[in-house]
């Protein structure tokens, strides 16, 4: 079912709370959630729910979402408000924490250990019946199989996060929650976890992925909350999201052999709005539709017998998507 785009609010709508379907049952659910140390406020008023499947906490660097997913896995408290998984709260509950499994951000790894101690340890410590075949599994399935025996130490950063990901997967969690999986990956690596991820919320799973990376969330989750400084700015599907995005002008660069007669060409097209040439070889074109804009400059350099060597969206950060979203 597709999730409605909203506007964030601190309370949930008529038909129940914000990232939820109408109907969608929370696996995980956050009402009133605030945290802060000393007079700094982390996270503040926080009110939505995850189901089932792959939903992408997206924001930048210092948003807040390595706080939720700490407060959602029970490591840390919240300040204020509720966090319940599986209609449970988190903290204290031994039997809860067997659902859940964290891949966190921070690097709090035995080097000494091999990666097979690693994972095999994490499946004692949640009392997996048969810790050795758990541990074997897992590993198997992030393709860590050839590194196993090696020790943590001498660990690539894609390879312990792979590890990661393992040990947070060892004892078959329902809920799944992943702090930036994919940084320090390799290619490979990355489109092997990005496949995993959807794999996991296909079968059943609540996997909740953070991420700063826009293009990345696209690969992998449908559903998507929005977070800006410690607060829930958008929530919805990412499609919708995106169609809202592109409902603003674009600034998108050109670099080609021959720029001031391509931007003249461009410029009497209805779709742009401005060029600002930079005498680079590229210039700087303002379009109302970006889809469009994509399509129309390579047929008109073709046409005009010009070679073009790029293209690419020059306000596509994340800064630039938020302040979109909050402003709307």
Known sequence: ?????????????SDGLPGLAPGEEAVIALRGVAKWYGEVVAVSDLTFGIGAGVTALLGPNGA??????????????????????????VRRDTMIYREIGLAGEQEQLYGSLTGREFVRL??????TPDPDGAAENAIAIVDMASAAGRALGG????MRQRIKVAAALVHDPRVLLLDEPLNGTDPVQRASLIA??????????????????????ERFARNVLVIVNGKLAAAGDFRTIRERMDERDHMVRVRCDDPRRLAAALVAEPITKSIRLSGD?????????????SLLVPEVAKREGIRLFEMQPVDE????VFSYLVGK
């Open 1 to 13: 079912m597709t999730k409605p785009f909203t506007q964030a609010s601190s309370e949930p709508d």
């Open 64 to 89: 807040g979402k390595s706080t939720i997913l700490n407060m959602v896995s029970g490591l840390i408290a919240p300040s204020s408000g509720t966090v319940r998984v599986l209609d449970r709260p």
């Open 122 to 127: 994490n499946a004692i410590l949640q009392k």
């Open 155 to 158: 660990y690539s950063k894609g």
């Open 196 to 217: 995993l991820i959807r794999r996991l919320g296909n079968e059943g799973k609540s996997v909740v992925v953070s991420s700063h990376v826009l293009p990345e969330v």
């Open 281 to 293: 070889g590229r210039f700087v074109a303002e379009t109302n539709d970006v889809r469009r804009f």
């Open 317 to 320: 950060s994340l800064a630039s």
